[in-house]
């Protein structure tokens, strides 16, 4: 009798214990917390930032870059700067590039800006460098913010503007397969408040591929005006005369690329 008594009370002490255990933990063991609220906005913005502090990547290519790389279309400006691949140009007639690996409409032209302004959508050809300063590439999504651009970037076309202080340039080349370039850029003041800029380049050139000819007149006259200390007026105007050969490249026969030879022509001769 005395040994189920002392079960029985054990049994019990232990019960009590389970109960009591939880309540004085949760006494011990629940601080008090002082609740922090953490708020942020994030807001895409443009406009007179220095570089250094702008979190995108940019990078500058100057006319004395692509002067020295013997660079004249901006499709050969590509494989100047790393990230950017050129993408169906539609047999030269316009450019078309991808940054980063993001390709856009492929069924027209790659859009780019001149001086801010959106360009690049129309099937004028090539665009030719006798009238670029410098291209800024920026990299990366920030092209959102500046309308209808590649996914993957932008690429912004700074040209060339007058100056007050006399300069001049001429620049003649020849190259492989008939081609030869001439190029001029002529600034100057008219009075203390009007400067002109006037440069172009003409070009002819064969390929190694039949029947292939070009033929291209680029001529870009400008005009400033300084309004007053904090207002200027720039005027620019592009006339362009060119004749491309629509060249979609050859085929690969029975699974060989070399089946034709690469001089072979597929188009019409009239194509040029």
Not at 61 to 66: D, F, G, V
Not at 127 to 142: C, Q
Not at 196 to 224: C, M, Q, W
Not at 240 to 254: C, E, L, M, P
């Amino acid at each position: 009798m005395n040994t189920i008594k002392r079960n029985h009370i054990s049994v019990l002490s232990i019960a009590v214990s389970a109960i009591l255990a939880p309540s004085v933990y949760a006494a011990t063991a629940s601080p008090s917390i002082e609740k922090i609220a953490v708020s942020g906005v994030r807001q895409a913005f443009r406009g007179d930032v220095p570089l250094s502090e702008q979190p995108q990547s940019i990078e500058f290519i100057s006319a004395e870059k692509l002067n020295d790389a013997g660079v004249t279309t901006l499709a050969d400006m590509f494989d100047l700067t790393p990230s950017i691949s050129e993408q169906n140009d539609f047999g030269g007639l316009w450019e078309s590039f991808a940054i980063r690996g993001l390709v856009g409409d492929e069924s027209i032209p790659s859009g780019f800006l001149i001086n801010g302004f959106s360009s690049g959508r129309s099937f004028s050809g090539t665009r030719d460098t006798s009238n670029i300063d410098y291209v800024e590439v920026m990299k990366g999504p920030g092209s959102a913010l500046y309308g209808r651009s590649e996914p993957g970037g932008t690429i912004n076309i700074i040209t060339k503007k007058p100056q007050f202080e006399e300069q001049g340039s001429l620049k003649v080349s020849a190259g492989s397969w008939q081609s030869y370039r001439g190029e001029g850029d002529y600034t100057n003041a008219i009075s203390d408040q009007l400067a002109f800029r006037i440069n172009g380049a003409i070009e002819e050139s064969e390929s190694f591929r039949d029947y292939h000819e070009d033929k291209k007149t680029v001529i870009t006259p400008s005009i400033l005006w300084l309004i007053s200390d904090t207002t200027k007026l720039n005027y620019e105007l592009e006339y362009v005369d060119q004749s491309v050969t629509f060249d979609r490249g050859i085929v690969a026969v029975g699974g060989k690329i070399d089946a034709l030879p690469i001089e072979t022509f597929l188009g019409e001769p009239s194509d040029k």
